[in-house]
């Protein structure tokens, strides 16, 4: 039985974090990562409902509030 993966949504601007992450959340540790590198994208992709968790940076989650502030609350 294969459990199905955690599906993230990963907003991250700096290219070395990224890098990071990237190979962190892979396939092979069980997740299925969507990566944005802008508050425009991550709100975006936020507004789909596809995933089970977001992590953000958060200098990003600055700007995606002023994008939508209903996805990221005070």
Do not use: C, K, N, Y
């Not at 953000?56 to 990221?72: H, K, T």
């Amino acid at each position: 039985m294969t459990s199905e993966p955690v599906r993230v949504l990963v907003a991250v601007q700096d290219p070395e974090s990224l890098g990071i992450v990237r190979e962190a959340l892979g396939p092979d540790h069980g997740f299925a990562a969507t990566f944005a590198t802008t508050g425009e994208s991550a709100a975006e992709a936020a507004r789909r409902p596809r995933h089970d968790a977001i992590l953000m940076e958060l200098g990003l989650r600055v700007r995606f509030r002023e994008i939508d502030p209903q996805l990221a609350p005070e």
